[in-house]
Every structure is written in structure tokens, then in C-alpha cells.
């Protein structure tokens, strides 16, 4: 039976954002003696730290060492998770719908983030896999090692659609296997690894020079690159091209955009694309106790009047303004706008080789590639996950990778 709840300082989605919110706001609060209760609401009972999904698709390192549980989160503060998905907000009535009930609050930090864009392809969402969460980096890893034990003597071909960040890695990843683990472990088998872009380049945001280094890295990994092509869509074990002709396929993965649903949850306050727009201090237009965090937020830059791009490192900046800036009118201080200038960019292309960006800087090769890894162990919340994930990286840079599969099919039919 659905319940009506009251919900003082209320989270919704714990994605980079709204994880960063509640682990520097609970503190806050803590230290203001405030009495103020924080409710977070996910559909999962786990934080997941994406940028790694990559890795936990291929095997570099353990999947479930890229989440956290959110009940760890609340353990020992007065605070609460619960685990139910988000179906209407109304910001008028300073009230949410969930699978559970409706929770009335005071403050909201809406953190729900984003999901992927198929663009109406045919058969985009039923036969290709994506890394933008932990069951589907799970499920590309049991699809990729059980295509890998089945299938016969023709190389397995993979096709990634989509050349932006997410797409480079996952073929940089998939190159590096098939060079060292594969010769280990399968030496019958072979990859055929493809990228497929619709624009001109791949890495269309980065510069003329990171994309030919790139291009030029993966080129010389066997990854072939195809550009100005669409797909038109996608089948079991094949995928259509724009161009009439069709490609094998054994494994397509999907990476080539995201939407936001802010128009799904609310009824007012977000533009064309369906992001919450938001004022310079984060929170919605009309309703000042109602703050939008991360992909589903429209925040734009005062001086540009653009908004800024959909990512993490812009996720956890604005998780970590909210909740200053929550706790300061808790103490009714005085707050500044939000501001944001990125760090700049790390990315790796497999092992032992990545680009970083840093301000004016471009790196590439083993320096950026330690960096990068340097950094989102950092980033990576929880002393003991960053020991772990250390300790897969230790043992795949002397061993082999991780090739053990679970099928949680049954599992979930059961469910």
C-alpha cells in the first residue's frame, strides 16, 4: 500500500550529483547541530561511479567495485535511503510520486541524471548494450565472454555506435584485449572491432590534434573507424547502415548519445531537450526550494549564456554547491552563484596510453594515462573501494583479465 511521507531535506537519484550532495551536506548539518533530516530516493540501493563502467564491461576490473551501497551512505547518521523510483515531480506542491508513495518536502535536490538515446532506431534498445550503468556493463561483460565460448572460427565483431568519449574507450579496451588477453586465453579467437560515427570526426568536442592522436591509437590497435555514417538499425546479429549496406554484428554497443527525461518527471520548467532549467544558484526558476543537479539540469553560464556540458565533473561541482549552499541558508549566510570551470579532460584508449587536457596542456601516452587513473581513484568514493580497485588494476596489469560470467537471467525472471 502507497504511503504519504514527509521528507525535510529530499535527494532524488544517486547518481555523481546527488551521492556528492548528501556526503557534504550530512556532515554540514552535522557540525550546525541543525536538526535537519536528509531523504535520499534511488531505483537502485547503489551509487555507481560510471566513469569506470568501461573497465568492469572488459573485465579490468570487478563490476560491483565500481558501486557503493546507499544504505553504507546513511549508516550511523540520522538520515534515510529508500529504494523507489521517481515518477512525477510537482515542484508547486512541493510534492513526489514514487513507486512507493508520495513524499511531501521542504528542499529537493533533484539528481536524476540521464539515459540512453537510441533516436528512435529500430532495434537500437532490444539488440544493443550500453555502459552507462551497472546491469548493463554486467550484462555487455556475460554478453561478450559468452559469444567469445560459443561462437566458431570467424572473428567476433564488435561494433560500437558512436565515436564520442564513451565509445573511444570502450574500443581502446576491447583493442588491448584482444592483443593480450585473447592470445592467453583464446588464441583461436580474433576481434573485429569497429566504430561507426555520425559526425565528421570522433571526439567531436576535443581538438583537431586529440583527434588524430586518437584516431591514429586505435587505427594502429586494429579498431577501424568509420565516420559520417548512421545507423539505421540494429538486429540480432547484424546492423543496417545508412548507406544500404548491412554489417555482422555479435555484439553492438550503443554509445552514441543520452537524453534527459526532466519533461517525463514534471509538467513545467524544462526546455526543448528536457532538462530543468535552473538560475544561476541551481534551483528551478519559480521555485526556489527546488534545486536540479547533474545531466538533468539546464545550468548556464552567466557569462556566456551557454549551457555548460553534461559532465560528471559538472555533476559533482553542483552536488557539492547545493549542499554548501543548503547548509548556508540553514545558517542564514549569505551564498554566492554557481561558477564552473573545468579541469579539463582525462581519457584512456586501453592500457598504458591515454589523453589528458589540462587547461592548455595536452598529454598523452603513459603520463596521462597514470593521471588519469591517479585521479578517479581520488575521486572514487570510499577508502576500501579505492583499495580494490587499485588491487584488480594491480593484478590485470600481471595477469590476465577477469573472463568469469554470471547469467543473472533466471535470476531476474524469478524475481
Not at 595536452?362 to 587499485?390: C, D, E, N, S
Amino acid at each position: 500500500m502507497k504511503q504519504h511521507m514527509g521528507a525535510d531535506i529530499l535527494i532524488l537519484g544517486a547518481g555523481i550529483g546527488g551521492y556528492e550532495a548528501f556526503r557534504v551536506l550530512s556532515p554540514l548539518l552535522k557540525k550546525k547541530h541543525s536538526g535537519r533530516h536528509i531523504t535520499i530516493i534511488d531505483k537502485n540501493n547503489y551509487f555507481t561511479f560510471v566513469p569506470m563502467l568501461h573497465e568492469a564491461a572488459t573485465g579490468s576490473i570487478e563490476p560491483t567495485h565500481c558501486a557503493i551501497p546507499l544504505r553504507a551512505l546513511v549508516a550511523g547518521t540520522p538520515h534515510t535511503f529508500f529504494k523507489a523510483g521517481v515518477e512525477k515531480i510537482y515542484p508547486e506542491k512541493k510534492t513526489v510520486k514514487t513507486t512507493r508513495g508520495t513524499f511531501s518536502y521542504n528542499i529537493c535536490i533533484i539528481a536524476l541524471g540521464s539515459t540512453t538515446n537510441f533516436f528512435n532506431t529500430p532495434g537500437a534498445k532490444e539488440y544493443s548494450e550500453h555502459v552507462r550503468t551497472l546491469d548493463g556493463a554486467m550484462r555487455l561483460k556475460h554478453q561478450f565472454i559468452h559469444t567469445l565460448e560459443t561462437c566458431g572460427n570467424e572473428p567476433v565483431s564488435i561494433n560500437i555506435v558512436g565515436g564520442g568519449y564513451t565509445g573511444v574507450e570502450v574500443a581502446g579496451q576491447y583493442a588491448d584485449l584482444a592483443k593480450k588477453d585473447l592470445k592467453k586465453l583464446y588464441p583461436s579467437k580474433q576481434l573485429d572491432i569497429r566504430i561507426f560515427q555520425s559526425g565528421n570526426n570522433i571526439l567531436p568536442h576535443m581538438s583537431k590534434k586529440i583527434q588524430h592522436k586518437v584516431c591514429q591509437r586505435l587505427e594502429q590497435q586494429g579498431v577501424t573507424i568509420t565516420t559520417n555514417i548512421h545507423v539505421t538499425k540494429v538486429k540480432k546479429k547484424t546492423i543496417e547502415l545508412n548507406d544500404d549496406t548491412t554489417v555482422n554484428s555479435d555484439i553492438t554497443i550503443w554509445t552514441a548519445g543520452f537524453e534527459t527525461l526532466g519533461d517525463t518527471y514534471m509538467n513545467t520548467g524544462t526546455n526543448e531537450r528536457g532538462r530543468i532549467n535552473v538560475t544561476e544558484n541551481l534551483h528551478m526558476i519559480d521555485y526556489p526550494d527546488t534545486y536540479a543537479i547533474g545531466d538533468i539540469a539546464n545550468s548556464v553560464d552567466q557569462k556566456t549564456n551557454v549551457s555548460y556540458p553534461q559532465l560528471a565533473e559538472l555533476a559533482y561541482h553542483e552536488g557539492r554547491y547545493v549542499a554548501t549552499r543548503i547548509s548556508r541558508i540553514v545558517q542564514k549566510k549569505k551564498t554566492s552563484p554557481f561558477r564552473f570551470h573545468s579541469k579539463g579532460q582525462l581519457m584512456p584508449v586501453g592500457d598504458w596510453y591515454g589523453v589528458a587536457q589540462i587547461g592548455p596542456f595536452i598529454l598523452f601516452g603513459k603520463l596521462a594515462w597514470w593521471i588519469r587513473r591517479t585521479v578517479y581513484v581520488l575521486f572514487m568514493p570510499g577508502v576500501l573501494r579505492k583499495i580494490r580497485i587499485v588491487f584488480d588494476w594491480t593484478i590485470h596489469s600481471f595477469g590476465v583479465r577477469d573472463v568469469i560470467s554470471v547469467d543473472t537471467a533466471n535470476i531476474d525472471e524469478r524475481i
